[in-house]
């Protein structure tokens, strides 16, 4: 079982193709089955079945870290993930806030595991090919030649955004409205794109702009200690909010 472990609005559904990818490419004749575990979910009995499991924050986090053979664990500045889930999902502040603290701790508490590779929105991992080998090696899989490149060409953003158009159209595709917001959601069950993953520019530092000094406030305040031990800057200003503290982060309890 691979696990997919990621904040909200992290590039987390990015992360959880790719590894799909790299385990069918790498054993087609054992195809992968995807699945995202909301919250309060329950892990699947698929014996003799591999996994890609994607969640945010859950309530099996430690079991999941047990058996996953590899995490891929993908950070980002909490005010920018407040922003996003406001403006892409329309969450009111306190529950994006909450959401983001959930997943921000659950992903805190394994980033130092033996099996897990750390990857911070900031630094753009995807849009890196580079990305798609460092995930196949903490999978230990072995790619076909050219595969690599293949995975990522296909996860562009442009390509992305034309399957999302698509969405409509698809049989598969999972309609719902949301208890919270009332928006109504469009899905693909087998990738997680969403309606709302279409049109994304991967810009940090939106909060500086669009986030008030209270809110600001309220978010430093809640994730201060969770902050400074991943590397973001706590200091209610707008100014730069993220540096390198690769040398700090461990198991955040």
């Known amino acids: 079982m691979f696990w997919c472990l990621g904040m909200f609005s992290s590039a987390s559904t990015w992360t959880f193709n790719v590894v ?30 591999t996994l890609v499991v994607k969640t945010h924050g859950s309530e099996i986090a430690d079991d999941l870290g047990q058996q996953a053979a590899a995490i891929v664990i993908t950070v980002r500045d909490p005010r920018d993930a407040i922003v996003s889930l406001m403006q892409h999902n329309k969450l009111p502040f306190e529950i994006a806030l909450r959401m983001t603290e959930v997943s921000a ?12 590779l750390v990857l911070r929105f900031e630094d753009r991992f995807f849009d890196d090919r580079r990305t798609v080998d460092r ?19 296909a996860l562009r953003r442009q390509e992305v955004d034309a399957f999302i158009a698509g969405l409509e159209m698809r049989p598969t595709t999972r309609r719902k409205v949301h208890a919270v917001t009332g928006q109504r959601d469009l899905y693909d069950p087998a990738t997680g794109w969403h309606a709302h993953h279409a049109g994304r520019t991967g810009e ?8 008030p000094e209270a809110q600001v406030g ?7 200690v969770w902050m400074e031990r991943v590397g973001y800057d706590a200091v209610s200003s707008r100014g730069a909010s993220y540096r390198l503290g690769i040398g700090r ?4 309890a």
């Open 249 to 252: 982060v461990g198991v955040l």
């Open 20 to 49: 799909q990818r790299i385990a069918v490419a790498a054993a087609p004749a054992d195809p992968p089955r995807g699945i995202f575990l909301d919250f309060a979910d329950r892990l699947p009995a698929m014996p003799g079945q």
């Open 218 to 224: 309220v978010v430093e305040r809640r994730l201060r």
């Open 204 to 211: 940090s530092g939106r909060w500086g702009r669009y986030l």
């Open 105 to 116: 701790w659950t992903c805190g508490r394994f980033m130092a595991h033996p099996r897990a």
């Open 135 to 153: 995930i196949a090696v903490r999978l230990s899989a072995r790619l076909p030649a050219g595969e690599s490149g293949r995975i990522f060409d």
